[in-house]
Structure formats: C-alpha cells, structure tokens
C-alpha cells in the first residue's frame, strides 16, 4: 500500500548533514519526493512510497543524524504525487 506525507520540521539541524541524512535514507527505503530548507528556517520533507517504508523515514526524520535537535515535527497527510526519485531542492 503506498502512502504520501508532508514533514515540516523545526529545530537545529546543520542543513548539510540533515539533507544527506534524510537522502542516504530515503534512497535506502526507495522513497521518493523531495526535501527542501523554506525560508523560515524550517525543512520540509515530501515523502511517499510503501507505506511501511514512508512511516520508517518519519521515525528517522525526527531523529536526525547527531548533533541535531529536531524540537517538532508536523506530519501532513498528502496525495499521492508518483515522483520518479528522492531530491534535494535548493531554492
């Protein structure tokens, strides 16, 4: 079963490290989508594939890699886009 989210993440993340974390992962996991850094400072994640695989991802977003420290994460409901890959978007 395939499953979309929206992450909005707040907290202290070194914006290098946190992105190559989340794409190690996401490309591990065969998620795809895309993370983004907004310009209010927080870190949006798209997410979707297996369902399973999508709630993993969550668990490690809110994580982080060390020396981060994720204070909240808003987790959205989406519709299912059918992205081809997991990127790294740089506005």
Do not use: C, W
């Amino acid at each position: 079963m395939k499953k979309s989210v929206r992450l909005h993440i707040t907290g202290s993340v070194q914006s290098l490290f946190y992105e190559q974390f989340i794409m190690k992962h996401a490309l591990d996991l065969k998620i795809r989508g895309y993370l983004r850094k907004l310009e209010d400072g927080r870190v949006e994640i798209f997410a979707e594939g297996d369902h399973e695989n999508v709630n993993k991802l969550v668990s490690i977003a809110k994580i982080g890699p060390q020396h981060s420290q994720i204070r909240n994460i808003v987790e959205t409901p989406e519709r299912f886009q059918d992205f081809k890959e997991f990127k790294i978007i740089r506005i």
